[in-house]
């Protein structure tokens, strides 16, 4: 419970459509609850500019408790903002400055165009699930799930990668809008678990090539990407997508595959 | 209204398996004549798009967020529900069909609940066989916790998340077929229409909510799997873009809408703190487990510190009450314990329209006996979550909690195919009234999400469509007038919502309704309380149509014009809830009507009168809606008291 | 050629690179001992059998051309990738090094470019191709003077001296980009040492630090090792100062 409220300068990006081009528009913003989260600051602001008969600037959210992965937005350079482990709806207001401007902006990558104001379209990661980041495994046809015992390493690892939420700040935080540790953790999971196995190989390449398919950049080892992640997802998974991919091309090679 | 629940003959346990092997089957090499609209893609939508892609019908499934991964079916932190006795603790299915009935207050039916059960233990095998990581012992078994309402352990899980681990075991699968072009996925579209040709349900019509096209979709069978309304309260626990549109425009089209009174309150939240707040977030109950909730005994007390009342002035109001069952007392009967301080004027925490909403969880005890690494160990990532949104220490300083709505129990009436009472329109999932009854029963919701998706729809769909001729599949065509007209009904009112320019946000309209619905339709409901809601959401929702301000045009991307949408079915729906809780004269559940409760303030059932489903029939917008009702037969079960003293 | 196929070639032809870096900045460190040393591991490295010198030089080069085609390919479809930044752009938790390493490996082609027209071709001062000194007989490793003994003649190229006159003080300039060439160097190589690792998939959290480690200990030895000889040329003070033939002045080399 904090008593003060906060006084702010709110540099937001605008974009009326995906083809129109943007620009940062500031707006004042009194009173806002130190205790408010940072959606509701916008909510706040979108209030007041209904008010003033403007447009609403938009914005992706929806569960509100950073798991749905939805809300997006750089904040002050940052994707989802200061603060490690947290997403946009669990940054608090508490954490900025009275009189602070903050610079909002979508999350910028060619994959992801903007759609209107902050909104960005992530459909190229869904893209990639798709690829091959499943286990075929047809619906009512499993063995009795005890049958297989797996190690609690192993499920403890492939739960560390599978703690992804799908948001894309890794993509947003990359300078080259790479997305190899959204790749890298979803491949991971699967590959680590002995359901994997079967289809672990082709997994490998069909990911990563619609990863390149989708204009996704390259990964140049620095890491943004994992003090992004709101879920803490370990660059480990990207080292393990590119064993198991360098594994597959091998394979590829001398099985005489195309 | 046709309430036949058409369950099949035979005894409890041979009652599925006799329905399944007398269904009709559709020939593969003709199931791809056939197609289904699915709307929503959570545990219930998506696996039943994906398991009937995989089956080789067309599917086209609908959700409005950006993506299938993001239903709301993410959010459940505390495991799945299954019969599948791994802890030799003397579960079984039946076990776990009584425990359902039992804890939905004997509101439900017994054999779609049976059904429920039984199913269970293919959802777990399906979700491994898929890579979900469930935690496991070393010895590389599956491990199980224990959960309210029951004597066995039975509830996997997978670390916090096991919502979001068992959606994307679902959207795993659906993205497989997506790939394989059996399913077409279409996100960001909202339904806001079904269509009926000839009384049959043949399609919907969308939304495209970035550039506001109006859409015409055909198929022979439409799924809704668009989850609850708990937004109705605006405050809960739901995702922001939880909404009750799909399932009230069914309803509007004649389905039939059964115990909509039947809602859900969490007693362990985050209070609000302030009027800015969108939403309440849950923290799991097993906090009850260790700290000791109270509030003081002196309204002047309210505003201290805690930590300097002195240990005579602090009420320790569930040990007080419920000496047995003390910090464990169920979730209903906490939650109103809670809420009856907080209108004595005993409640802390900030001062939020005119009144402090919270309790007291306190650790101190619990830190002084087992150390505060133990508290940390147990608890340490929920005091985490608490001191991000309060900014307060909870080691130091106790938690408030307050209630708050976070499931719906109520839904489209349906029969044991899932089918409403609309001829091909079926209903899955939190959307559907079919296994809860009068309240859900922790790590039930995921249980029946994947039940109705995976292994229910895949087989009652195909007996439907079976009935259909391979020559006529497939064959409506969208632009018979029934889909002209319902893509008018709603082009108009969307133009009619734009056009009105008012002062009023959307939002702000949705807050007062909120406001209504939690102070007169909330934790405990009278005869009083009611009839003043249904007033006031009539009065707020002539307001709405004449003061709602939508800026921005119906052909872009316009955040407030989704909004307002929902808003406007709430306001009607909000009513609907209302009638159902004014004419279910008895406690139940969810349903607490102050005027039926012991000298201790326990619930008190009738079953004489209502041990039934109130079905309702749209009459038309501020009509009261006519009322019809499907007796529940209790062959296997005898009801019996819940008492928790 | 696929985005990880990229990091593949990025990574060996690293590794080539700075495997070459460690054994020249071992070899340049004879500087310090008596002329002989470095001279006859030049006479030496000079007469490889079986041409395999050029084999080296030919490895080397395809890695370094591998190394920068790609680097560049990465560049261009990374600028593709992301073609507007933030206009507030903070780094959250990467390195300096790991941020430019684009800009770092372009001066260093220039360096390299130079250092081999310098000390290699001496382009840059052809007068050094008639710098020559016989062997003294200073017991080394290469046992160059007994091969060339048998020969009957021991004059060598005298890269002593040539190196020492290259970083004398009238030289003051070429010492200070052969440092800031090396500081760079250490830059490039605290990131691309355990970056290859990673690259290959034979890195975790905890080799990660082991590896991040190592690297920071291998690219100071090599800014330190490589970095010495300029500064001790500049300021004069190689313990065999005196045996540079000498003092060299420069003239522009005439057709």
Not at chain 2, 145 to 165: E, H, M
Not at chain 2, 312 to 335: V, W
Not at chain 2, 506 to 522: C, D, E, Q
């Amino acid at each position: 419970m904090s008593e003060k409220s906060l006084n702010l300068n709110l540099r937001v990006w605008r974009q009326k459509t995906a083809d129109a081009p943007g620009e940062f528009v500031t707006y004042k913003l009194d009173n806002v609850s130190p205790d408010s989260s940072f959606l509701e600051m916008l909510d706040l602001l979108n209030e007041q500019l209904i008010e003033t008969g403007e447009e609403p600037v938009a914005f992706d959210h929806d569960c509100r408790e950073g798991i749905c992965g939805t809300c997006s937005l750089t904040i002050n350079g940052i994707p989802h903002g200061k603060g490690r482990m947290i997403t946009t709806c669990q940054l608090h207001m508490r954490k900025f400055e009275d009189g602070e401007t903050i610079t909002v902006e979508p999350f910028r990558a060619q994959p992801f165009p903007v759609m209107r104001d902050l909104v960005v379209d992530r459909e190229p990661l869904d893209k990639i699930i798709q690829a091959g980041g499943y286990i075929e495994q047809r619906v009512g046809s499993a063995q009795d799930a005890n049958t297989l015992p797996i190690s609690k390493e192993i499920a403890d690892k492939a739960m560390d990668a599978a703690a992804c939420i799908g948001c894309g700040a890794c993509v947003a935080a990359c300078p080259n809008a790479s997305a190899m540790l959204f790749t890298g953790a979803k491949m991971s999971q699967l590959n680590l678990l002995p359901q994997g196995q079967p289809e672990r190989y082709k997994r490998a390449i069909n990911m990563v090539e619609s990863m390149d398919d989708n204009g996704f950049g390259n990964c140049t080892n620095i890491g943004e990407c994992e003090a992004a992640c709101p879920k803490g997802i370990s660059l480990d998974f990207i080292a393990m997508m590119n064993r198991d991919y360098a594994v597959a091309k091998v394979k590829r090679f001398f099985s005489g595959a195309a | 209204m046709n309430l036949d629940p058409k369950t099949p003959e035979g005894p409890l346990e041979k009652k599925w398996t006799n329905a399944k092997a007398n269904y009709k089957l559709v020939n593969p090499a003709n199931r791809r004549k056939y197609s289904v609209i699915v709307v929503g893609s959570g545990l219930a939508g998506g696996g039943a798009a994906a398991a009937l892609g995989e089956q080789g019908y067309n599917v086209k499934c609908f959700c409005y967020q950006d993506s299938p991964r993001r239903a709301h079916s993410i959010a459940a932190q505390g495991g799945i529900n299954a019969a599948k006795n791994y802890q030799n603790d003397g579960d079984s299915v039946y076990r776990l069909f009584y425990d359902t009935i039992k804890g939905g207050d004997y509101r439900s039916r017994e054999g779609n609940v049976y059904r429920l059960a039984e199913v269970s233990t293919s959802i777990i095998d399906q979700c491994v066989a898929q890579g979900v990581p469930f935690a496991r012992e070393y010895g590389g078994m599956l491990d199980n916790r224990s959960f309210g309402g029951a004597q066995v352990s039975r509830t996997f899980y997978a670390r916090g998340q096991t919502g979001q681990q068992l959606l994307l075991g679902v959207y795993q699968s659906l993205s497989r077929q997506i790939g394989l072009g059996q399913v077409k996925m279409y996100n960001r579209h909202e339904m806001l229409d079904v269509v009926l040709v000839n009384g049959v349900a043949k399609g919907i019509i969308t939304r495209n909510m970035v550039n506001g096209k109006i859409e015409r979709w055909a198929a022979d069978a439409v799924v809704i799997a668009s989850g609850g309304y708990s937004t109705v309260f605006f405050l809960s626990t739901n995702a922001a873009g939880c909404n009750v549109t799909a399932a009230w425009r069914a309803y509007k089209r004649g389905a039939g809408f059964a115990n909509p009174c039947f809602t859900q309150i969490h007693p362990t939240c985050i209070p609000q703190e302030g009027e800015h707040q969108s939403k309440l977030t849950l923290m799991s109950e097993s906090l009850r487990n260790d700290g000791r909730v109270w509030a003081p005994k002196k309204k002047e007390d309210c505003a201290k510190n805690p930590n300097d009342i002195p240990e005579e002035d602090r009420d320790y109001l569930l040990e007080r009450k419920y000496p047995s069952f003390g910090n464990l007392a169920p979730r209903d009967i906490s939650s109103r314990a809670a809420k009856e301080v907080c209108d004595e004027g005993r409640g802390v925490g900030p001062v939020v329209a005119g009144e402090r909403r919270g309790v007291y969880l306190d650790f101190r005890d619990a830190i002084q006996r087992l150390g505060r690494k133990t508290i940390e160990a147990r608890y340490g990532n929920l005091f985490d979550m608490y001191e991000n949104i309060t900014g307060e220490n909870a080691y130091e300083r106790p938690m408030r909690i307050y209630p708050a709505p976070h499931y719906t129990m109520g839904g489209l009436w349906v029969d044991y195919n899932l089918m409403t009472n609309i001829t091909g329109l079926f209903a899955a999932g939190e959307a559907n009234y079919s296994d809860h009854g009068a309240n859900r029963l922790g790590a039930s919701a995921l249980m029946q999400g994947l039940a109705d998706g995976f292994f229910v729809l895949p087989y009652t769909l195909g007996n439907y469509l079976g009935a259909i001729p391979p020559g006529e599949a497939g064959k409506t065509d969208i632009n018979d007038p029934a889909f002209a007209d319902a893509e008018n009904a709603v082009k108009e009112s969307i133009s009619k919502l734009i056009s009105i320019k008012g002062k009023s946000s959307p939002r702000s309209l949705h807050t007062a309704l909120g406001k209504i619905m939690w102070n007169k339709v909330g934790m405990a409901r009278s005869k009083e309380s009611l009839t003043g809601a249904i007033e006031e959401i009539r009065a707020l929702r002539e307001k709405f149509w004449s003061d709602v301000l939508i800026p921005g045009d119906a052909d872009e991307l316009n955040i407030e014009l989704e909004r307002a949408g929902r808003v406007a079915d709430h306001l009607e729906f909000a009513e609907l809830l209302c009638f159902d809780a004014l004419d279910r004269d008895e406690s139940c559940g969810g349903h607490f009507r102050v005027e039926h409760q012991t000298e201790d303030g326990e619930a008190v059932r009738h079953d004489d009168r209502y041990a039934n489903v109130s079905v309702w029939e749209f009459t038309g917008v501020g009509a009261e809606p006519k009322k019809h009702v499907e007796p529940l037969n209790f062959e296997n079960i005898k009801l019996a008291v819940r008492s928790y003293k | 050629m696929t985005s990880l196929g990229k990091k593949y070639v990025m990574a060996v032809s690293g590794l080539i690179l700075v495997g070459f870096v460690i054994g020249h900045m071992i070899g340049n460190l004879q500087m310090f001992l008596h002329p002989d040393w470095i001279n006859a591991y030049a006479y030496k490295l000079q007469n490889l059998p079986y041409g395999l010198l050029w084999v080296v030089r030919l490895v080397l080069f395809a890695a370094v051309v591998a190394h920068i085609v790609t680097a560049v390919l990465l560049v261009i479809e990374n600028r593709r990738a992301r073609p507007r930044g933030y206009s507030v752009d903070k780094p959250i938790q990467s390195t300096f090094a790991s941020r430019t390493m684009r800009y770092s490996g372009v001066i260093l082609l220039a360096f390299i470019v130079f250092h081999i027209l310098h000390f290699t071709t001496q382009h840059v001062h052809p007068e050094f191709r008639d710098l020559y000194r016989p062997l003294e007989g200073v017991p080394t490793m290469h046992a160059a003077y007994d091969l060339l003994e048998a020969t009957g003649k021991n004059n060598v190229h005298d890269v002593y001296s040539m190196v020492a006159i290259g970083f004398s003080a009238q030289y003051w300039y070429v010492s200070l980009f052969y440092v800031i060439a090396m500081g760079l160097l250490f830059l490039h190589l605290s990131h691309g040492i355990s970056s290859m690792f990673q690259s290959v998939g034979l890195r975790n959290h905890v080799w990660r630090v082991r590896l991040d480690r190592a690297a920071l200990v291998i690219s100071i030895a090599l800014f330190l090792g490589f970095a010495s000889i300029p500064v001790a040329g500049l300021l004069g003070i190689l313990p065999y100062q005196d045996m540079v033939q000498g003092a060299y002045i420069h003239t522009h080399p005439t057709p």
